[in-house]
T-cell receptor, first 113, second 111 residues
Framework: TQLLEQSPQFLSIQEGENLTVYCNSS?????LQWYRQEPGEGPVLLVT?????EVKKLKRLTFQFGDARKDSSLHITAAQTGDTGLYLC?????????????FGSGTQLTVLP | DAGVIQSPRHEVTEMGQEVTLRCKPI?????LFWYRQTMMRGLELLIY????????DSGMPEDRFSAKMPNASFSTLKIQPSEPRDSAVYFC?????????FGPGTRLTVT
């Protein structure tokens, strides 16, 4: 059973379009992180959200943590080809150490020119 | 600053052979994590250390897998004997707080 479900699994869009990726769980997390991974490399941290309802913006990327701290979303405005990659959400907790992350299955995003 | 360093980047070995993966964490980071990534199962935590001490190894698949961290700047993940189902990308990550910094990974192929 996957603790963190991401949707969609695959997404292919044209440059300039907007998109939203979702990360859902039945468990409460102390914090949630989003990573982006490019082929042949390790995941790179984009953002950490801690407070329920928190919204963080990173240029064209907007991250939101659900009020109940069970879900999160990533919205990209005017996608660019450089946004292509595997997006992973990762929750800290709910069991074990707060340092221990459980990763979602990932969303493979392809932005076409 | 150098990031997390992993070696080798690629390893091809035959079933039954011993495989050792190496990791040098970022200096000053007191947590070190070993993950395995496959298409089927995604990114899975195998084991993690705090101040060189193993904290949770419940993700280690079976006794064929072992990990050590003899000092703050070096860790190894060993598979003996290796099996084809161990083929995956193995990542090491280090952390000073709640953020994890990943190495480039070792792609292991067991034939």
């Amino acid at each position: 059973t996957q603790l963190l479900e991401q949707s969609p699994q695959f997404l292919s869009i044209q440059e300039g379009e907007n998109l939203t990726v979702y990360c859902n769980s039945s468990s409460v997390f102390s914090s949630l992180q989003w990573y982006r991974q490019e082929p042949g490399e390790g995941p790179v941290l984009l953002v950490t959200v801690v407070t329920g309802g928190e919204v963080k913006k990173l240029k064209r990327l907007t991250f939101q943590f659900g009020d109940a701290r069970k879900d999160s979303s990533l919205h990209i405005t005017a996608a660019q080809t450089g946004d292509t990659g595997l997006y992973l959400c990762a929750g800290a907790g709910p069991s074990g150490s707060a340092r221990q992350l459980t990763f979602g299955s990932g969303t493979q995003l392809t932005v076409l020119p | 600053d150098a990031g997390v360093i992993q070696s080798p980047r690629h390893e091809v070995t035959e079933m039954g052979q011993e495989v050792t993966l190496r990791c040098k964490p970022i200096s000053g980071h007191d947590y070190l994590f070993w993950y395995r990534q496959t298409m089927m199962r995604g990114l899975e935590l195998l084991i993690y250390f705090n101040n060189n001490v193993p904290i949770d190894d419940s993700g280690m698949p079976e006794d064929r897998f072992s990990a050590k961290m003899p000092n703050a700047s070096f860790s190894t993940l060993k598979i003996q004997p290796s099996e084809p189902r161990d083929s995956a990308v193995y990542f090491c990550a280090s952390s000073p707080n709640y953020e994890q910094y990943f190495g480039p990974g070792t792609r292991l192929t067991v034939t």
